[in-house]
C-alpha cells in the first residue's frame, strides 16, 4: 500500500457527461500528479500541482482540468467525455526534494465512457 | 524534453532465468531514474530507483545499472519467480521536475 487513496475505483459514465475523480496524497507529501494511462499510450502525465498551486501541465486537454484543495487532496475534472477518454487514471504524490522525484502511485479510477 | 526509450516490449522467462529490461534517455541533465512495477489492475509500485551519482544500486534479487555517457539504463533480476510477471516501467528526470517514462515491459516467468 503506497498510502496514496483514490476514490472511485471504477466509474461508467456517457459520451457528453462530466465526472470528477478523487486523489489523497501520502501524509506529508505536497505534489499530486494525474497520469492518463490507456493500453497504446503508457503514461501520460496530465498534469502536477504543488502545495494548491499547478506547477506543470503534459498532455492536458482543455476539456479536462484539476485543482488542489488546502488539505493537498486533489480532483481531476473530465468534462464533454469522449469514447477514447475511457483509461486508467492513476494518482501519484511525492514530497518534492530538491534533487530527485520520487513518487508513489495511487490504485487509479478505471473510467468506462459508453 | 526528456524521450525515453524501452526494450524489450515483453518479455518471457523460466522460472529461475535472469530478466534485463534497458532503457536509453535522451536529456544528459536527467539525475534520477526509478523503475516501477505495475500488476494487473493495481497502480505501479516504486521498485527501486538509482541517482546519477551512482553506477549500480541492488536489492535481492533486482538491481539497477546506470551508464551515464550512454545514457542509458537498465534493470536486472535474478532467479525469477511467477510473482515478478508483471508490466515493468522505467523513467527519467531532472530535479524535482516531472517524470517521463518509458512504454513499459511485459515481463511473464514462467513455472
Known amino acids: 500500500d503506497s498510502g496514496v487513496t483514490q476514490t472511485p475505483k471504477h466509474l461508467i459514465t456517457a459520451t457528453g457527461q462530466r465526472v470528477t475523480l478523487r486523489c489523497s496524497p501520502r501524509?506529508?507529501?505536497?505534489?499530486v500528479y494525474w497520469y492518463q494511462q490507456s493500453l497504446d499510450q503508457g503514461l501520460q502525465f496530465l498534469i502536477q500541482y504543488y502545495n494548491g498551486e499547478e506547477r506543470a501541465k503534459g498532455n492536458i486537454l482543455e476539456r479536462f482540468s484539476a485543482q488542489q484543495f488546502p488539505d493537498l487532496h486533489s480532483e481531476l475534472n473530465l468534462s464533454s467525455l469522449e469514447l477514447g477518454d475511457s483509461a486508467l487514471y492513476f494518482c501519484?504524490?511525492?514530497?518534492?526534494?530538491?534533487?530527485?522525484?520520487?513518487?508513489?502511485f495511487g490504485p487509479g479510477t478505471r473510467l468506462t465512457v459508453l | 524534453g526528456e524521450n525515453v526509450e524501452q526494450h524489450p516490449s515483453t518479455l518471457s522467462v523460466q522460472e529461475g532465468d535472469s530478466a534485463v529490461i534497458k532503457c536509453t534517455y535522451s536529456d544528459s541533465a536527467s539525475n534520477y531514474f526509478p523503475w516501477y512495477k505495475q500488476e494487473l489492475g493495481k497502480g505501479p509500485q516504486l521498485i527501486i530507483d538509482i541517482r546519477s551519482n551512482v553506477g549500480e544500486k541492488k536489492d535481492q534479487r533486482i538491481a539497477v545499472t546506470l551508464n551515464k555517457t550512454a545514457k542509458h539504463f537498465s534493470l536486472h533480476i535474478t532467479e525469477t519467480q511467477p510473482e515478478d510477471s508483471a508490466v515493468y516501467f522505467c523513467?527519467?528526470?531532472?530535479?524535482?521536475?516531472?517524470?517521463?517514462f518509458g512504454k513499459g515491459t511485459m515481463l511473464l516467468v514462467s513455472p
Open positions: 501519484a504524490s511525492s514530497r518534492d526534494r530538491r534533487s530527485y522525484n520520487e513518487q508513489f
Open positions: 501524509s506529508g507529501d505536497l505534489s
Open positions: 523513467a527519467a528526470s531532472k530535479g524535482y521536475s516531472t517524470l517521463t
